[in-house]
Protein backbone atom coordinates (compact mmCIF):
# COMPACT_ATOMS: atom_id res chain seq x y z
CA UNK A 1 0.00 0.00 0.00
CA UNK A 2 2.85 2.94 1.04
CA UNK A 3 4.31 1.92 -2.93
CA UNK A 4 0.99 2.85 -4.00
CA UNK A 5 0.84 5.84 -1.76
CA UNK A 6 3.91 6.98 -3.14
CA UNK A 7 3.07 6.88 -6.93
CA UNK A 8 0.14 9.16 -6.56
CA UNK A 9 0.19 12.81 -7.59
CA UNK A 10 -0.17 15.47 -5.59
CA UNK A 11 -3.69 16.42 -6.13
CA UNK A 12 -4.76 12.91 -5.99
CA UNK A 13 -2.93 12.76 -2.13
CA UNK A 14 -5.15 15.83 -1.44
CA UNK A 15 -8.32 14.59 -2.50
CA UNK A 16 -8.28 10.94 -0.64
CA UNK A 17 -6.96 13.22 2.23
CA UNK A 18 -9.94 15.79 2.24
CA UNK A 19 -12.19 12.67 1.41
CA UNK A 20 -10.57 10.85 4.75
CA UNK A 21 -9.97 7.63 1.80
CA UNK A 22 -6.08 8.29 3.48
CA UNK A 23 -5.18 10.00 6.40
CA UNK A 24 -2.73 12.39 6.57
CA UNK A 25 -0.59 10.40 8.93
CA UNK A 26 -0.76 7.08 6.61
CA UNK A 27 0.42 9.04 3.83
CA UNK A 28 3.45 10.93 5.72
CA UNK A 29 4.82 7.21 6.94
CA UNK A 30 4.55 6.09 3.65
CA UNK A 31 7.19 8.96 1.99
CA UNK A 32 9.03 8.49 5.02
CA UNK A 33 9.49 4.50 4.33
CA UNK A 34 9.94 5.52 0.94
CA UNK A 35 12.83 7.94 2.22
CA UNK A 36 14.33 5.65 4.32
CA UNK A 37 15.06 2.53 1.72
CA UNK A 38 15.62 4.81 -1.28
CA UNK A 39 17.41 7.80 -0.39
CA UNK A 40 20.52 6.32 1.01
CA UNK A 41 21.69 5.17 -2.84
CA UNK A 42 20.37 8.39 -4.35
CA UNK A 43 21.64 10.94 -2.11
CA UNK A 44 18.30 13.66 -2.47
CA UNK A 45 18.52 14.60 1.50
CA UNK A 46 20.78 16.30 3.29
CA UNK A 47 18.28 17.22 6.55
CA UNK A 48 15.14 14.93 7.07
CA UNK A 49 12.65 16.77 9.37
CA UNK A 50 10.11 13.17 9.87
CA UNK A 51 8.76 14.88 13.63
CA UNK A 52 7.87 17.83 12.34
CA UNK A 53 6.57 15.62 9.58
CA UNK A 54 4.44 13.30 11.47
CA UNK A 55 3.14 16.47 13.81
CA UNK A 56 2.02 18.49 10.59
CA UNK A 57 0.04 15.41 9.72
CA UNK A 58 -1.56 14.89 12.28
CA UNK A 59 -2.70 18.66 12.65
CA UNK A 60 -4.00 18.18 8.76
CA UNK A 61 -6.07 15.29 9.89
CA UNK A 62 -7.50 17.11 12.96
CA UNK A 63 -8.39 19.93 10.34
CA UNK A 64 -9.81 17.76 8.10
CA UNK A 65 -12.16 16.09 11.10
CA UNK A 66 -12.98 19.61 11.63
CA UNK A 67 -14.64 19.54 8.49
CA UNK A 68 -11.29 22.19 6.94
CA UNK A 69 -10.24 21.61 3.66
CA UNK A 70 -6.63 22.28 3.17
CA UNK A 71 -5.23 22.89 -0.64
CA UNK A 72 -2.53 20.32 -0.17
CA UNK A 73 -3.88 18.38 2.53
CA UNK A 74 -1.73 15.94 3.88
CA UNK A 75 0.63 16.49 0.78
CA UNK A 76 4.62 15.59 1.53
CA UNK A 77 7.16 17.52 -0.09
CA UNK A 78 10.92 18.97 0.30
CA UNK A 79 12.47 22.21 -0.09
CA UNK A 80 15.93 22.52 -1.43
CA UNK A 81 18.55 23.35 1.32
CA UNK A 82 18.88 27.26 0.31
CA UNK A 83 14.83 27.37 1.70
CA UNK A 84 15.04 28.12 5.43
CA UNK A 85 13.62 25.75 7.74
CA UNK A 86 12.89 27.00 11.48
CA UNK A 87 15.50 24.36 13.11
CA UNK A 88 17.86 23.84 10.18
CA UNK A 89 20.64 24.94 9.31
CA UNK A 90 20.64 26.74 5.45
CA UNK A 91 23.16 24.84 3.56
CA UNK A 92 22.59 26.33 0.13
CA UNK A 93 25.33 23.43 -0.71
CA UNK A 94 28.12 24.83 1.05
CA UNK A 95 30.57 23.65 3.66
CA UNK A 96 30.94 27.15 4.97
CA UNK A 97 27.41 27.93 5.69
CA UNK A 98 27.26 24.84 7.99
CA UNK A 99 28.94 26.78 10.51
CA UNK A 100 25.92 29.14 10.89
CA UNK A 101 23.16 28.42 13.65
CA UNK A 102 20.04 27.10 12.55
CA UNK A 103 17.27 28.98 10.86
CA UNK A 104 15.03 30.88 13.23
CA UNK A 105 11.56 30.47 11.12
CA UNK A 106 10.63 29.10 7.82
CA UNK A 107 11.13 31.05 4.28
CA UNK A 108 7.94 32.62 3.40
CA UNK A 109 7.20 29.55 0.80
CA UNK A 110 7.60 27.25 3.60
CA UNK A 111 5.13 28.71 5.72
CA UNK A 112 2.84 29.21 2.61
CA UNK A 113 2.73 25.12 1.76
CA UNK A 114 2.20 24.77 5.70
CA UNK A 115 -0.73 27.20 5.63
CA UNK A 116 -1.86 24.80 2.43
CA UNK A 117 -1.81 21.39 4.50
CA UNK A 118 1.64 20.21 3.48
CA UNK A 119 3.75 18.13 5.27
CA UNK A 120 7.39 19.04 4.81
CA UNK A 121 10.15 15.72 4.79
CA UNK A 122 13.48 17.66 4.44
CA UNK A 123 15.94 19.93 3.18
CA UNK A 124 17.52 18.54 -0.36
CA UNK A 125 20.67 18.40 -1.97
CA UNK A 126 21.89 21.14 -4.09
CA UNK A 127 24.98 22.45 -6.33
CA UNK A 128 27.14 24.74 -4.26
CA UNK A 129 25.43 28.19 -3.91
CA UNK A 130 23.13 26.81 -6.59
CA UNK A 131 25.87 27.85 -9.15
CA UNK A 132 25.93 24.35 -10.71
CA UNK A 133 24.07 22.28 -13.73
CA UNK A 134 24.72 18.81 -12.78
CA UNK A 135 23.43 17.79 -9.42
CA UNK A 136 27.09 16.97 -8.28
CA UNK A 137 27.89 18.27 -4.53
CA UNK A 138 31.94 18.60 -3.43
CA UNK A 139 30.59 18.40 0.06
CA UNK A 140 27.40 16.08 0.37
CA UNK A 141 27.91 14.39 -3.25
CA UNK A 142 25.96 13.63 -5.88
CA UNK A 143 22.23 13.68 -6.45
CA UNK A 144 21.89 10.61 -8.70
CA UNK A 145 18.93 10.18 -11.30
CA UNK A 146 16.42 7.63 -10.27
CA UNK A 147 15.99 6.51 -13.85
CA UNK A 148 19.91 5.87 -14.58
CA UNK A 149 21.80 6.50 -10.90
CA UNK A 150 25.03 7.17 -12.95
CA UNK A 151 23.91 9.87 -14.71
CA UNK A 152 23.28 13.30 -13.63
CA UNK A 153 20.20 14.56 -12.12
CA UNK A 154 20.92 18.09 -13.04
CA UNK A 155 21.00 21.60 -11.08
CA UNK A 156 21.56 22.99 -9.35
CA UNK A 157 18.14 21.67 -7.87
CA UNK A 158 19.22 17.83 -7.94
CA UNK A 159 17.83 16.83 -5.19
CA UNK A 160 14.69 18.11 -5.80
CA UNK A 161 14.50 16.18 -8.98
CA UNK A 162 15.67 13.01 -7.43
CA UNK A 163 13.61 12.92 -4.81
CA UNK A 164 9.83 13.55 -6.92
CA UNK A 165 11.64 11.34 -9.68
CA UNK A 166 12.14 8.41 -7.10
CA UNK A 167 8.59 8.65 -5.59
CA UNK A 168 10.16 9.86 -2.53
CA UNK A 169 7.70 13.36 -2.16
CA UNK A 170 4.79 13.71 -4.77
CA UNK A 171 6.37 17.49 -5.05
CA UNK A 172 9.60 19.97 -4.22
CA UNK A 173 10.35 23.22 -4.16
CA UNK A 174 13.41 24.47 -6.20
CA UNK A 175 15.33 27.83 -7.23
CA UNK A 176 16.07 28.76 -10.38
CA UNK A 177 18.38 31.23 -11.69
CA UNK A 178 19.64 29.75 -15.02
CA UNK A 179 17.76 26.76 -15.01
CA UNK A 180 18.34 25.27 -12.13
CA UNK A 181 14.29 23.58 -11.69
CA UNK A 182 14.15 23.43 -15.75
CA UNK A 183 17.34 21.33 -16.16
CA UNK A 184 16.25 18.60 -13.29
CA UNK A 185 13.32 18.29 -14.80
CA UNK A 186 13.82 17.71 -17.66
CA UNK A 187 16.91 15.19 -16.65
CA UNK A 188 14.60 13.33 -14.51
CA UNK A 189 11.62 13.50 -16.28
CA UNK A 190 9.74 15.83 -14.34
CA UNK A 191 7.13 18.34 -14.93
CA UNK A 192 9.07 21.80 -13.74
CA UNK A 193 7.09 25.38 -13.05
CA UNK A 194 9.80 28.58 -13.44
CA UNK A 195 6.81 31.57 -12.17
CA UNK A 196 7.77 34.93 -13.97
CA UNK A 197 10.36 36.89 -12.12
CA UNK A 198 8.90 38.32 -8.83
CA UNK A 199 5.94 36.30 -8.60
CA UNK A 200 7.03 34.61 -5.86
CA UNK A 201 8.89 35.48 -2.68
CA UNK A 202 12.07 34.63 -1.76
CA UNK A 203 11.72 36.10 1.58
CA UNK A 204 13.98 33.23 3.86
CA UNK A 205 16.19 32.04 0.97
CA UNK A 206 19.84 31.86 0.24
CA UNK A 207 20.59 34.19 -3.02
CA UNK A 208 23.25 33.42 -5.74
CA UNK A 209 22.00 36.01 -8.22
CA UNK A 210 19.58 38.54 -6.75
CA UNK A 211 18.73 40.26 -10.35
CA UNK A 212 17.73 36.78 -11.65
CA UNK A 213 16.65 34.10 -8.82
CA UNK A 214 13.59 32.68 -9.31
CA UNK A 215 11.34 29.44 -6.55
CA UNK A 216 9.18 27.32 -7.66
CA UNK A 217 8.06 23.45 -7.65
CA UNK A 218 9.11 20.09 -10.29
CA UNK A 219 6.00 17.49 -9.21
CA UNK A 220 5.17 14.57 -11.31
CA UNK A 221 1.59 16.30 -12.97
CA UNK A 222 1.39 19.53 -14.42
CA UNK A 223 -2.00 19.59 -12.33
CA UNK A 224 0.48 19.62 -9.38
CA UNK A 225 2.27 22.77 -10.15
CA UNK A 226 -1.08 24.44 -10.59
CA UNK A 227 -1.86 23.29 -7.51
CA UNK A 228 1.23 24.76 -5.88
CA UNK A 229 1.15 27.41 -7.33
CA UNK A 230 -2.24 28.94 -5.54
CA UNK A 231 -1.02 27.52 -2.72
CA UNK A 232 2.73 29.81 -2.96
CA UNK A 233 1.13 33.14 -4.21
CA UNK A 234 0.71 35.96 -1.43
CA UNK A 235 2.22 39.49 -0.60
CA UNK A 236 5.10 39.40 1.23
CA UNK A 237 6.49 42.82 1.90
CA UNK A 238 10.15 41.13 2.84
CA UNK A 239 10.79 40.76 -0.88
CA UNK A 240 11.30 44.08 -2.23
CA UNK A 241 11.64 42.61 -5.60
CA UNK A 242 8.37 40.77 -5.72
CA UNK A 243 5.47 42.34 -7.60
CA UNK A 244 2.36 43.32 -5.99
CA UNK A 245 0.02 41.90 -8.21
CA UNK A 246 -3.06 39.98 -7.55
CA UNK A 247 -2.87 36.43 -7.48
CA UNK A 248 -3.78 34.07 -10.55
CA UNK A 249 -6.40 31.24 -10.03
CA UNK A 250 -3.96 28.74 -11.72
CA UNK A 251 -6.67 25.98 -10.99
CA UNK A 252 -9.47 27.63 -12.09
CA UNK A 253 -7.75 27.91 -15.14
CA UNK A 254 -6.35 24.87 -16.05
CA UNK A 255 -8.87 23.10 -17.48
CA UNK A 256 -9.77 25.23 -20.63
CA UNK A 257 -7.77 23.68 -22.87
CA UNK A 258 -5.73 25.07 -25.79
CA UNK A 259 -8.89 26.31 -28.39
CA UNK A 260 -7.15 29.62 -29.03
CA UNK A 261 -3.79 29.81 -27.73
CA UNK A 262 -1.23 30.31 -30.99
CA UNK A 263 1.45 28.26 -30.20
CA UNK A 264 5.22 28.63 -32.23
CA UNK A 265 8.26 26.82 -32.11
CA UNK A 266 11.35 28.99 -31.29
CA UNK A 267 13.74 28.56 -34.17
CA UNK A 268 17.14 29.73 -35.26
CA UNK A 269 19.26 29.65 -31.49
CA UNK A 270 16.72 26.72 -30.63
CA UNK A 271 17.42 24.47 -33.40
CA UNK A 272 21.35 24.26 -33.49
CA UNK A 273 24.32 22.94 -30.70
CA UNK A 274 21.86 20.43 -29.11
CA UNK A 275 21.99 16.55 -30.00
CA UNK A 276 19.23 15.01 -31.98
CA UNK A 277 16.92 13.95 -28.86
CA UNK A 278 16.71 17.95 -28.05
CA UNK A 279 15.19 18.82 -31.44
CA UNK A 280 13.19 15.36 -31.51
CA UNK A 281 11.17 16.46 -27.96
CA UNK A 282 10.28 19.74 -29.10
CA UNK A 283 9.00 18.36 -32.59
CA UNK A 284 7.12 15.48 -30.69
CA UNK A 285 5.29 17.83 -28.68
CA UNK A 286 4.61 20.22 -31.77
CA UNK A 287 3.07 17.17 -33.71
CA UNK A 288 0.98 16.81 -30.25
CA UNK A 289 0.03 20.31 -30.19
CA UNK A 290 -0.73 20.54 -33.84
CA UNK A 291 1.57 22.82 -34.13
CA UNK A 292 3.55 24.29 -37.42
CA UNK A 293 4.43 28.38 -37.07
CA UNK A 294 7.64 28.99 -35.88
CA UNK A 295 9.07 32.00 -34.39
CA UNK A 296 12.64 33.48 -33.26
CA UNK A 297 13.83 34.75 -30.71
CA UNK A 298 16.12 37.87 -31.43
CA UNK A 299 19.40 38.21 -30.31
CA UNK A 300 19.14 34.94 -28.05
CA UNK A 301 22.61 33.93 -27.95
CA UNK A 302 23.79 37.56 -26.91
CA UNK A 303 20.90 37.49 -24.04
CA UNK A 304 22.98 34.16 -22.91
CA UNK A 305 25.98 35.83 -22.95
CA UNK A 306 24.80 38.75 -20.68
CA UNK A 307 23.00 36.29 -18.26
CA UNK A 308 26.64 34.56 -17.79
CA UNK A 309 28.16 37.83 -17.42
CA UNK A 310 25.26 39.21 -14.50
CA UNK A 311 25.25 35.92 -12.73
CA UNK A 312 28.87 35.81 -12.48
CA UNK A 313 29.14 39.75 -11.07
CA UNK A 314 26.77 39.37 -8.91
CA UNK A 315 27.55 36.05 -7.31
CA UNK A 316 31.17 37.22 -7.42
CA UNK A 317 30.15 40.17 -5.49
CA UNK A 318 27.99 38.03 -2.56
CA UNK A 319 31.03 35.39 -1.83
CA UNK A 320 33.69 37.77 -2.09
CA UNK A 321 34.42 37.32 1.87
CA UNK A 322 33.58 33.94 2.02
CA UNK A 323 36.58 33.51 -1.07
CA UNK A 324 39.21 35.41 0.91
CA UNK A 325 38.57 33.84 4.37
CA UNK A 326 37.93 30.52 3.00
CA UNK A 327 39.38 29.54 -0.38
CA UNK A 328 39.99 26.44 0.88
CA UNK A 329 36.29 25.39 1.64
CA UNK A 330 34.47 25.91 -1.92
CA UNK A 331 34.13 23.34 -4.73
CA UNK A 332 37.02 24.31 -6.62
CA UNK A 333 34.99 24.67 -9.79
CA UNK A 334 32.85 27.10 -8.42
CA UNK A 335 35.02 29.44 -6.53
CA UNK A 336 37.03 29.53 -9.89
CA UNK A 337 33.77 30.87 -11.38
CA UNK A 338 33.12 33.11 -8.81
CA UNK A 339 37.26 34.73 -8.93
CA UNK A 340 36.87 34.95 -12.72
CA UNK A 341 32.92 36.88 -12.12
CA UNK A 342 34.86 39.15 -9.63
CA UNK A 343 37.33 40.15 -12.84
CA UNK A 344 34.47 41.54 -15.45
CA UNK A 345 34.73 45.17 -15.84
CA UNK A 346 31.74 46.67 -14.88
CA UNK A 347 31.25 48.41 -18.09
CA UNK A 348 30.41 44.48 -18.86
CA UNK A 349 28.06 44.53 -16.21
CA UNK A 350 26.24 47.51 -17.47
CA UNK A 351 26.01 47.06 -21.00
CA UNK A 352 24.38 43.26 -20.17
CA UNK A 353 21.96 45.09 -17.82
CA UNK A 354 21.32 47.63 -21.23
CA UNK A 355 20.83 44.57 -23.44
CA UNK A 356 18.43 42.88 -20.44
CA UNK A 357 16.08 45.73 -21.18
CA UNK A 358 16.47 45.69 -25.20
CA UNK A 359 16.06 41.79 -25.41
CA UNK A 360 12.58 42.62 -22.95
CA UNK A 361 11.09 44.54 -24.95
CA UNK A 362 11.65 42.74 -28.25
CA UNK A 363 10.34 39.62 -26.79
CA UNK A 364 7.10 41.71 -25.86
CA UNK A 365 7.07 42.07 -29.56
CA UNK A 366 7.08 38.33 -30.13
CA UNK A 367 4.14 37.48 -27.58
CA UNK A 368 2.16 40.27 -29.47
CA UNK A 369 2.24 37.73 -31.97
CA UNK A 370 1.88 33.97 -30.25
CA UNK A 371 0.63 33.06 -26.94
CA UNK A 372 3.16 30.04 -26.16
CA UNK A 373 6.79 28.95 -27.91
CA UNK A 374 7.99 25.66 -27.58
CA UNK A 375 11.89 24.98 -26.90
CA UNK A 376 14.27 22.52 -25.81
CA UNK A 377 15.11 22.55 -22.17
CA UNK A 378 18.66 20.86 -22.09
CA UNK A 379 20.47 20.10 -24.86
CA UNK A 380 20.75 16.29 -24.48
CA UNK A 381 19.45 13.56 -22.22
CA UNK A 382 21.13 13.47 -19.07
CA UNK A 383 24.97 13.26 -19.09
CA UNK A 384 26.62 10.33 -16.89
CA UNK A 385 28.32 12.08 -13.80
CA UNK A 386 31.10 13.40 -13.82
CA UNK A 387 31.28 14.02 -17.36
CA UNK A 388 33.56 17.16 -17.77
CA UNK A 389 32.98 17.77 -21.94
CA UNK A 390 30.69 17.52 -24.81
CA UNK A 391 30.87 17.53 -28.24
CA UNK A 392 28.48 19.91 -29.64
CA UNK A 393 27.98 20.56 -33.71
CA UNK A 394 31.48 19.03 -33.98
CA UNK A 395 33.10 21.27 -30.93
CA UNK A 396 34.08 19.71 -28.01
CA UNK A 397 33.51 22.05 -25.09
CA UNK A 398 32.87 22.44 -20.96
CA UNK A 399 29.60 19.79 -20.82
CA UNK A 400 28.77 22.03 -17.16
CA UNK A 401 27.69 25.61 -18.47
CA UNK A 402 26.25 24.41 -21.23
CA UNK A 403 23.77 22.32 -19.95
CA UNK A 404 21.81 25.46 -19.53
CA UNK A 405 22.28 26.58 -23.32
CA UNK A 406 18.88 26.87 -23.82
CA UNK A 407 17.27 27.65 -20.33
CA UNK A 408 19.62 31.19 -20.10
CA UNK A 409 18.26 33.50 -22.38
CA UNK A 410 14.83 32.68 -21.33
CA UNK A 411 15.20 33.01 -17.32
CA UNK A 412 17.33 36.43 -18.41
CA UNK A 413 13.92 38.12 -18.84
CA UNK A 414 12.08 36.13 -16.42
CA UNK A 415 9.72 34.58 -18.44
CA UNK A 416 7.63 32.11 -17.08
CA UNK A 417 8.08 28.52 -18.18
CA UNK A 418 7.06 24.86 -17.15
CA UNK A 419 9.37 22.11 -18.31
CA UNK A 420 7.09 19.05 -19.51
CA UNK A 421 8.86 14.95 -19.55
CA UNK A 422 9.07 13.79 -22.91
CA UNK A 423 10.26 10.23 -23.21
CA UNK A 424 10.75 9.71 -27.28
CA UNK A 425 10.40 5.80 -28.62
CA UNK A 426 12.65 3.33 -27.62
CA UNK A 427 14.38 6.17 -25.18
CA UNK A 428 15.35 4.75 -21.80
CA UNK A 429 15.81 8.46 -20.48
CA UNK A 430 13.04 11.50 -20.55
CA UNK A 431 14.21 14.72 -21.81
CA UNK A 432 12.24 17.82 -21.43
CA UNK A 433 10.29 20.59 -23.69
CA UNK A 434 10.01 24.14 -22.66
CA UNK A 435 6.32 25.63 -22.58
CA UNK A 436 7.40 29.91 -22.70
CA UNK A 437 4.72 32.17 -21.80
CA UNK A 438 4.35 36.01 -22.11
CA UNK A 439 4.84 37.66 -18.38
CA UNK A 440 2.82 37.04 -15.84
CA UNK A 441 0.77 34.30 -17.92
CA UNK A 442 1.94 31.10 -16.10
CA UNK A 443 -1.67 30.05 -16.67
CA UNK A 444 -1.23 29.81 -20.33
CA UNK A 445 1.85 27.60 -19.89
CA UNK A 446 0.19 25.64 -17.70
CA UNK A 447 -2.95 24.57 -19.43
CA UNK A 448 0.00 23.66 -22.13
CA UNK A 449 0.95 21.26 -20.22
CA UNK A 450 -1.78 19.73 -18.71
CA UNK A 451 -3.39 19.32 -22.36
CA UNK A 452 -0.25 17.51 -23.35
CA UNK A 453 -0.42 15.24 -20.15
CA UNK A 454 -3.75 14.27 -20.91
CA UNK A 455 -3.19 13.25 -24.21
CA UNK A 456 -0.70 11.16 -23.13
CA UNK A 457 2.36 13.21 -25.39
CA UNK A 458 4.23 14.07 -21.46
CA UNK A 459 4.34 11.84 -18.76
CA UNK A 460 6.49 11.74 -15.47
CA UNK A 461 6.12 8.51 -13.91
CA UNK A 462 7.96 7.15 -10.94
CA UNK A 463 11.35 6.01 -11.81
CA UNK A 464 11.61 2.05 -11.42
CA UNK A 465 14.59 1.50 -9.63
CA UNK A 466 14.98 -1.60 -10.38
CA UNK A 467 15.24 -1.16 -13.88
CA UNK A 468 17.86 1.80 -13.24
CA UNK A 469 19.60 -0.37 -11.34
Known amino acids: MSSDICSLPAHAIAAAVKSRRLSAREVTEAAIARIETTDAALGAFTDKTFERALAEADSVDDAVAAGETPLLAGVPYAVKNLFDIEGVTTRAGSKINRDNPPAGDDAFLVRRM ?7 AGGLNMGEYAYDFTGENAHDGISRNPHDPGRMSGGSSGGSGTAVAAGMVPLSLGSDTNGSIRVPASFCGLFGLKPTYGRLSRAGTFPFCASLDHLGPLARSARDLALVLDALQGDDPDDPAQARRAPIAAMAEIDRGIDGLTIAVADDYFRESGMPE ?3 AVDTIAAALGVSRTVTLPEAA ?3 ASAYVITAAEGAALHGKRIRQRARDFDPDVRDRFIAGAMIPA ?3 IQAQKFRAWFHAAMLKVFREVDIILAPATPFHALRSGTKTITLDGVSMPARPNIGLYTQPVSFIGLPV ?7 PNAKLPIGVQVIAPPWREDLALRVAWHLE ?3 AVSAPVARMERAA
Open 114 to 120: ALAGGVL
Open 278 to 280: AFD
Open 302 to 304: RAR
Open 347 to 349: AWV
Open 418 to 424: VAVPVWL
Open 454 to 456: QQG
